[in-house]
């Protein structure tokens, strides 16, 4: 009898196409928004395969209650959504997507932070509202980018990518964790302790997965140490950074902006954000461009397919 896959949401064009060519039973959930966890479990029982969102929490319910599971292929590169060790512990292989998204990613880092600091949105909703009466010397100043400190939290994939758009700039560039050579070599960046990185910096971009020791890696204390002309990008995931403490240092002007495409309670945002004109919003466009998240689904659903045909896959997590 033929497997079966159970795709949580519809994915660009070329990577449905792999699916409907392939030799499983395919069960799509053809919405946009998301199914709701019970109707979510109901549909996942007879799946062998489950193509998943980084919003689909696959947790130790969602895999008891999906028996036949062989395959869990996350549609994003940060796989936190799923619960590793019970996913091990079953014998259930889970893949990601690496690599083809690191460039776009980088890219958006750099639209928000060259957003918030010249105050992009701020300046395109002051021309809609028919205020802009002429040139001025002091209207929408916002903070230079070129020969600045910029610190990278996270020197992996995104984060090398990241930095190295950074050429042209003429920036100083520090990064924490393990060392890495391309920066080292190609930026002369100076990997330093995130104390040093966090007091220094003009910039700081987080590029960390989201792990127990990652969690609100930015809170309070790090905010104090900030300069208060500093600004915040984050691109990673939401709970690296305490939500609540960011809007205090953003209201009280302990920093003087921040980038956001992720979230604490994604969606949902903690009230007060966007009441702030000093950061920029995203809702989670990472790896949002045409180009990019079409390879993404063609990798995803050729994760699902290779294990699932007992092929090698090289995008296996476990
Ligand atoms: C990922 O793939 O983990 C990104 O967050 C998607 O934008």
Known sequence: MAKNIFLSRPLPEAGMELLKQSEFNVDIHWDEEPLSRETMLKRAQKAHGLICLLSDIIDPAFMDAAPHLEVISNYAVGYNNIDIDHAKSKGIAVCNTPGVLTITTAELAWALLFAVARRIPESDIFMRNGKFTGWKPMLMLGSSIHGKTLGIIGAGQIGTAFALMSKGYNMRILYSGKPNRILESELHAENVEMHTLLCESDFVSLHVPLRNSTYHLIGKEEFALMKASAYLINTAR????????????????????????????????????TELDNVVLAPHIGSASIETRSIMAVMAVKNCLNILRGKPCKNRVI
């Open 238 to 273: 939401g709970p690296v950074v305490d939500e609540q403490a960011l809007i205090n240092a953003l209201k009280e002007k302990r920093i003087a902006g921040a980038g956001l495409d992720v979230y604490e309670y994604e969606p949902k945002l903690t009230p007060g954000l």
